[in-house]
């Protein structure tokens, strides 16, 4: 069985003042406080949710 790809997304902007589908879009990725760092599957669905918020998280190396 093949492990799954994961990768770390840290939030390092602020949802306030951004329109209501940014904050929706770092919601769905399970972020909301600054400099939070959660773990996902690395899907095509999940690169698109990080890439349409490039101003507000970062893909963090470990």
């Known amino acids: 069985m093949a492990k799954k790809q ?3 997304v840290k939030q390092i902007g602020s949802p306030i ?3 209501e589908k940014q ?3 770092l919601a769905g990725l399970g972020l909301g406080k600054m ?3 959660v773990e ?3 899907t095509p ?3 698109g949710m990080v890439n ?5 998280v970062q893909v963090v190396e470990d």
């Open 40 to 42: 996902l599957e690395d």
């Open 35 to 37: 400099h939070r760092v």
């Open 45 to 47: 669905a999940t690169r």
């Open 6 to 8: 994961m990768m770390k």
């Open 52 to 56: 349409s918020i490039p101003h507000l």
């Open 23 to 25: 904050r929706r879009t």
């Open 17 to 19: 003042r951004r329109p």
